[in-house]
């Protein structure tokens, strides 16, 4: 099994930063695929950004230059840099380790961007 424990969200004014990690433990070798998803009040979750262990990414196309996914393998650990953030960014951002035994979810962590 695998665990992912998200850190780094909070309330930042439109056009500011966060940057989100997710450290990943326990059955490392068997992740395939690591990701960040968020779910808006009454909307569905949906994908933010995805890295492969080769280290492919995927960005959503409403956060396409705006965010970007990176890791740091050392540390086992995922990020999500989040730049020129706007209110329909506010979210619970969730990280995914997607293994050969399943899919993972950590707890998620708020994201709130207000004036």
């Known amino acids: 099994q695998v665990q992912v424990v998200e850190s780094g969200g909070g309330s930042v004014q439109p056009g500011g930063s966060l940057r989100l990690s997710c450290a990943a433990s326990g059955s490392i070798f068997s992740i395939r695929v690591m990701g960040w998803y968020r779910q808006a009040p009454g909307k569905q979750r949906e994908l933010v950004a995805l890295i492969t262990i080769y280290g492919r990414t995927t960005h959503a196309n409403s956060v396409k230059g705006r965010f970007t996914i990176s890791r740091d393998n050392a540390k086992n650990t995922v990020f999500l840099q989040m730049n020129s953030l706007k209110p329909e960014d506010t979210a619970v951002y969730y990280c995914?380790?997607?293994?050969?035994?399943?899919?993972?979810w950590g707890q998620g962590t708020q994201v709130t961007v207000s004036s």
């Open positions: 995914n380790a997607e293994t050969t035994g399943g899919d993972f």
